[in-house]
């Protein structure tokens, strides 16, 4: 009789035995409180609608990417520790491993699929943390926005959590004029909910060409233009 070993032996992920947090930790406040001071001296950021924002409960928030520096001030505008994704290569190092954790960030794999961190940013919401997401999946560097992948539509959609969109202008500017403080604006959009039989893929449009009209003409990229009859 054929031995039942090879069945009970269930490949696991790597990244099951690190520790992730659902909180802020200790490590986390101090490093905060300290990219806060250091940002004030080169940033003059200006926050709007933060009423939008809900004070507890899960929240995708989605935000366009522009640069590495989106994470500062999408982070400093928000009075709850946000938890999000990282590629990758930034916890190969031990050290930097341990931070990033530490910080609320937990890595995916950006080459295929990764079922992990998607599994990961569904605990995220069920320990009624936020998720920042950047639904382009990578930096625009200037050019627009560029087309939306489906995840975060998906997980609004599965958990019916509601989407604050984040319209981030200025982290582009970053260093270009000191000493002068650059101004950075963060809006923060009314919640969105997925409707009714929506898909994932209509509710990345709704949401696309809404952040898009919330920035300046030569940041919407693929999504300046909305289509006819399109009902936002």
């Known amino acids: 009789m054929e031995s039942t070993d090879t069945f009970t032996s269930i490949e696991t992920d ?17 490093v905060v409180a300290i990219l806060r001071a250091v940002f004030s001296v080169f940033m003059d ?17 989605a935000c366009n990417h522009v640069t590495n520096f989106d994470v500062f001030p999408m982070q400093l505008a928000l009075p709850r520790p946000i938890f999000y994704m990282g590629k990758m290569e930034l916890f190969q190092n031990p ?6 954790r530490n910080l609320g960030a937990f890595p995916v794999n950006r080459e295929k699929k990764d079922p992990w961190a998607y599994s990961h940013a569904l605990k995220v919401l069920g320990h009624r943390q936020t998720l920042g997401m950047f639904p382009e999946g990578t ?23 509601p989407i604050v969109l984040m319209a981030l202008v200025g982290s582009d500017k970053f260093f270009k004029h000191f000493p002068r403080r650059t101004r950075v604006t ?3 959009l009314p919640p969105i909910l997925p409707l009714p039989g929506e898909t994932p893929l209509a509710l990345t449009d709704r949401l696309m060409f809404t952040l898009a009209a919330a920035l300046p003409s030569d940041m919407r990229g693929v999504y300046a233009e909305t289509p006819k009859g399109f009902g936002g």
């Open 139 to 161: 930096r625009s560097k200037g050019r627009g926005l560029g087309v939306a992948k489906t995840g975060v539509a998906r997980m609004s959609i599965e958990t019916d959590t």
């Open 45 to 61: 950021m200006r926050v709007e609608g933060l009423e939008n924002y809900p004070s507890d409960g899960p929240v995708i928030v």
């Open 95 to 100: 050290v930097t491993d341990v931070l990033f």
């Open 14 to 30: 790597p990244r099951d035995r690190k520790r992730f947090f659902f909180h802020a930790t200790f490590l986390r406040k101090a």
């Open 186 to 188: 963060v809006k923060l």
